[in-house]
């Protein structure tokens, strides 16, 4: 029974529930103030009784002493018993009138022999032949004792009937209680029932679609402070969960790209690599001179293919924004780095004069040499390969109070104007009909803007000019200063040039 109450309960809404528990909570409350005021009415009526009780044995009593009878002091349906005290014992005398006491009157000779014990006026109440009675007990004088008794039947229906005023009108207040208190929940449980429907909507949503962010809100004022502050951790939980799904379509939006990327660059080194070892299928290309130059187009091809990954996962780790970057940072000098990166230009592409501009003689960074070498060596081959022959190549290092610059700058062809926001994108190349062999991958850019925004700076391209300038800015660590050089040159705005 318990069991089948408690499921009965868990099927009913809240509104329904705090409803009735307010109309329990209320009958209980009803109970005890329509308890309390039948208890003070029935004291106050047997009170007002006593006194009537006491009025009328005053006057009797006089009566009995000055006549020796109640002739003219009876009340219609009382009893009147008077007793003769003999020896400590009542006896009681012949009554004036058959009707002044019942046919049983053991209980008022009891209250008679009370009263002559206690010596003082006696009260009782007793059930007689027709009814509940109040008794009185008093002496009239010397050895005689006055019993009267009154009716309880007024005082009995007054309390009926309050308590039938009590009952009804309780009984009404209870019904509107539930009745207005219920659509006074529901009102105030709206918002809730909003944001049930919310959480219905958001399940029905298909959260697969990496793409799309959930629509829905709870937006539904009302309810007071309490329901707000509900509503405010929903709506920040829906938020949390929208991020966390737009994390995750980023990281399989990260892996489509990846996959596409990769399957589309080594789609052609691969076909290289099957057509050179189809070749070995045949004897001409057994020949050694055949073979050599066959072994070599495959290392190469398996070479290219290796960069390549490298790159790719370079990116894609640095895209994933993990905890640990592949970096690994130390204390550097950033003017070294370039002079280094200058030197190993020159003698990789002498057909290129490159010019380091003056310049402060030491910058300290807080950073990983080896990838912001990579970074300038990107530059600087990028700026070899996409120029002709001949064409003058510049670096120069400024400092300005928080930040350090490298400005790699060529006097080539340059860049159209419609391709400029694209040359860092992956795989994009400014001519489409270089080769993959002379042009590379496409990835240099990418990789280098990459590493420089891991280090927490930026790398940018400059405006149209005579010249191509990239632009590597790097944060300056807490205390570092830049010592100037042998020019003292230490700029803060434009690149060689």
Not at 11 to 32: I, N, W
Not at 141 to 154: F, T
Not at 444 to 455: D, N, P, T, Y
């Amino acid at each position: 029974m318990i069991a089948r109450r408690r499921r009965f309960s868990r099927g009913l809404r809240l509104g329904t529930r705090l409803a009735l528990g307010l109309g329990a909570l209320s009958l209980v409350v009803f109970a005890v103030v329509g308890t309390a005021l039948t208890t003070y009415m029935r004291d106050y009526l047997s009170a007002q009784l006593d006194d009537q009780l006491g009025i009328a044995q005053a006057a009797q009593s006089k009566s009995i002493v000055d006549s020796g009878s109640l002739t003219g002091k009876k009340y219609w349906g009382w009893y009147y018993a008077v007793y003769d005290v003999r020896g400590g014992e009542p006896v009681l005398r012949k009554p004036e009138e058959p009707g002044d006491v019942p046919r049983d009157v053991g209980d008022l000779t009891a209250l008679a022999r009370a009263q002559t014990t206690a010596g003082a006026e006696v009260l009782s109440t007793a059930h007689l032949a027709d009814g509940e009675y109040r008794l009185r007990a008093c002496a009239v004088e010397p050895g005689v004792v006055l019993v009267s008794g009154a009716p309880m039947d007024d005082l009995e229906d007054t309390v009926g009937q309050l308590i039938t005023i009590q009952v009804v009108t309780f009984g009404l207040a209870l019904l509107a209680l539930v009745v207005f208190g219920r659509a006074l929940l529901r009102r105030g449980l709206k918002p809730l029932s909003d944001m049930a429907h919310t959480a219905h909507g958001i399940a029905s949503h298909d959260l697969s679609e990496s793409a799309s962010r959930l629509p829905l809100r709870a937006d539904a004022p009302g309810g007071g402070p309490e329901v707000e502050e509900l509503r405010t951790a929903f709506n920040t939980m829906l938020e949390h969960i929208d991020d966390s799904l737009a994390v995750r379509a980023e990281a399989e939006q990260r892996l489509r790209r990846f996959v596409a990327d990769a399957s589309h660059e080594l789609r052609t080194p691969l076909m290289s690599v099957r057509g050179y070892a189809d070749l070995f299928q045949y004897a001409a290309a057994n020949a050694p001179e055949e073979r050599d130059r066959h072994l070599a187009r495959l290392r190469a091809e398996a070479a290219r293919m290796g960069f390549l990954l490298d790159d790719l996962l370079l990116l894609a780790r640095l895209d994933a924004a993990e905890a640990q970057t592949p970096l690994r940072m130390e204390k550097a000098d950033l003017v070294e780095l370039v002079e280094r990166a200058a030197d190993a230009f020159r003698a990789s592409h002498p057909g290129h004069p490159l010019t380091v501009a003056p310049g402060p003689s030491a910058v300290p960074l807080q950073m990983d040499p080896h990838r912001i070498r990579q970074v300038l060596d990107n530059l600087l081959t990028n700026a070899a390969v996409h120029t002709p022959a001949g064409t003058p190549v510049g670096i120069e290092v400024t400092v300005s109070p928080d930040t350090a610059r490298v400005h790699v700058a060529d006097r080539g062809p340059g860049i159209p104007p419609e391709e400029r926001d694209s040359v860092f994108d992956r795989f994009y190349r400014v001519d489409k009909a270089r080769s993959r062999d002379r042009g590379g991958s496409g990835l240099g850019l990418s990789v280098a803007r990459s590493l420089v925004r891991a280090h927490g700076g930026s790398l940018e391209l400059g405006p149209p000019a005579t010249s191509t300038v990239f632009t590597v800015a790097l944060p300056l660590w807490p205390g570092a200063e830049a010592t100037a050089g042998a020019a003292g040159r230490v700029n803060s705005g434009e690149g060689p040039g």
